[in-house]
């Protein structure tokens, strides 16, 4: 029997800004070590799936269509929309995936101040040389990360069929090798099948996973090829 819907925690927070928490540390506020280029990939694919949700665009193994060009009235998305209808040709989701990946930072920078406007977070700038600074956001309100956390582990560790939005969120987390940190305190070896099939059932969701693989094995020719010493 399929699994009832789960309400959100916040019903206002998109799947970017969803993603976008759940990639900082919870204790520094700082980004998490994640793998070349796969926070961008998984924040793209966000994106997408956000489209995707409000029936502005369909996907399938071949290609990305706008289906409503309509904007949402949300900006981050739209600007993307606006991308996708004014190509001279269809993209297939990959293509799409790595165009929006090249601007990660500023996904990313979008993604984190609305959460700081939410009073999710909250900025601190960290001086380094008193020259250059950096900005971390260490957390306000855990709510949502802890709700999200606890739902996605019952899923992994039971039978249930997962609820559309909880497969579309857990498969961007292991696309984007996310699950290593969220669920740090879980046995995932021993429900690796259970958590593959389940990251499994969203199409943006495997591409952002081959995405990330394939960055990580550019990355490794790179360092293959670089002389023992310099």
């Not at 993209?91 to 920078?109: C, D, G, K, P, S």
Request: net charge negative.
């Amino acid at each position: 029997m399929p699994a009832p819907e789960t309400p959100n925690l916040s019903p206002g927070l998109t799947l970017v800004e969803e993603l976008a928490l759940l990639a900082l540390d919870e204790k520094t506020g700082e980004e998490l070590d994640l793998p070349l280029n796969a926070l961008g990939y998984g924040l793209a694919g966000a994106i997408i799936l956000d489209l995707s949700l409000a029936g502005r665009i369909d996907t399938d193994l071949h290609q990305l269509a706008v289906i409503n060009p309509a904007p949402t009235g949300d900006p981050l998305p739209d600007l993307w929309l606006a991308h996708f209808h004014a190509a001279p040709e269809l993209r297939t989701v990959m293509f799409w995936l790595r165009e929006m990946a090249l601007r990660q930072e500023e996904i990313y920078q979008t993604a984190v101040d609305r959460l700081v406007r939410r009073g999710i977070l909250r900025r601190e700038e960290k001086r380094l040389l008193w020259v250059f600074s950096s900005s971390r956001y260490p957390t306000i309100d855990d709510a949502e990360r802890i709700e999200v956390r606890a739902r996605l582990s019952r899923l992994i560790l039971g039978s249930d069929l997962p609820a559309p939005r909880d497969a579309i969120l857990l498969s961007l987390i292991h696309g984007c090798r996310l699950s290593e940190h969220l669920f740090a305190g879980l046995d995932l070896e021993a429900r690796k099948h259970r958590l593959e099939t389940l990251a499994s059932t969203d199409l943006v969701g495997r591409e952002v996973s081959v995405a990330t693989v394939a960055s990580l094995d550019v990355l490794s020719r790179a360092l293959s090829e670089l002389p023992g010493s310099f």
